[in-house]
């Protein structure tokens, strides 16, 4: 198994520019999570999705943040515009559906606004 | 609602100490929790976990037992490697009109030392 894949595992980009994250969960998991990470506030749910539906997104911190998921083997997060407050590392996780199973997590998106 | 307190780090070991990470909880309902790992640069991975209390969650010489009357869940090791090296979480799922999300403590970052 090939686990959750993201990408871009690394990107910089000047505050402005629209941000597009990518997410492939694991094949069969129903559950696919967006965390942020920072130093100052830890790990964040930003929003998740059941069987490709937003089910809560009151994390999204701003309107300037989207999320999708077009079918059940991709999602995107959006930035749009991009600030130098958003710089963080922005998890994609998957879970395959009962109560208690495992969450498991990408390797993260690093982004740096400057 | 639902919370996880974690002790202060970072920890600093010599390598073959006796290491233990404190962690409590708050919950609405009845929790499963888990301990993750996260080590330089890379996502979280699940280390270790419990669904019901007096359960004991083991792997990799790490162990943690669920204690519902103390609402906590310390992760100990008895002799710690260089490579144990890492930040760890604290943290629970409550199930609840099909929420799965999981609620973070802060973390724990951990340096063994040869």
């Known amino acids: 198994d090939a686990g959750v894949i993201q990408s871009p595992r690394h990107e910089v980009t000047e505050m402005g520019q629209e941000v597009t994250l990518r997410c492939k969960p694991i094949s069969g998991h129903d559950y696919l999570f967006w965390y942020r990470q920072t130093m100052m506030r830890g790990l964040e749910l930003l929003i998740y999705?059941?069987?490709?539906?937003?089910?809560?997104d009151s994390g999204m911190p701003e309107d300037r943040f989207s999320a999708k998921m077009p079918n059940a083997s991709f999602s995107t997060l959006k930035i749009q515009p991009s600030e130098p407050r958003d710089s963080a590392v922005y998890f994609c996780?998957?879970?395959?559906?009962?109560?208690?199973?495992?969450?498991?997590f990408g390797e993260g998106s690093w982004l740096t606004v400057v | 609602g639902n919370s996880v307190t974690q002790m202060e780090g970072p920890v600093t070991l010599s390598e073959e100490a006796f290491l233990t990470i404190n962690c409590t909880y708050t919950a609405t309902g009845y929790p499963s929790l888990f301990w993750y790992v996260q080590y330089p640069g890379e996502g979280l991975q699940l280390l270790l976990k419990a669904t019901k209390a007096d359960d004991k969650g083991s792997n990799k010489g790490f162990e943690a037992t669920y204690r519902k009357e103390t609402t906590s869940f310390h992760l100990e090791k008895g002799s710690v490697q260089v490579s144990d090296s890492a930040v760890y979480f604290c943290?629970?799922?409550?199930?609840?009109?099909?929420?799965?999300?999981?609620?973070f403590g802060k973390g724990t970052k951990l340096s063994v030392i040869p």
């Open positions: 943290a629970l799922t409550v199930s609840g009109a099909g929420s799965y999300q999981l609620t």
């Open positions: 999705f059941n069987n490709n539906v937003p089910i809560d």
């Open positions: 996780a998957s879970q395959g559906g009962y109560f208690g199973n495992t969450i498991y």
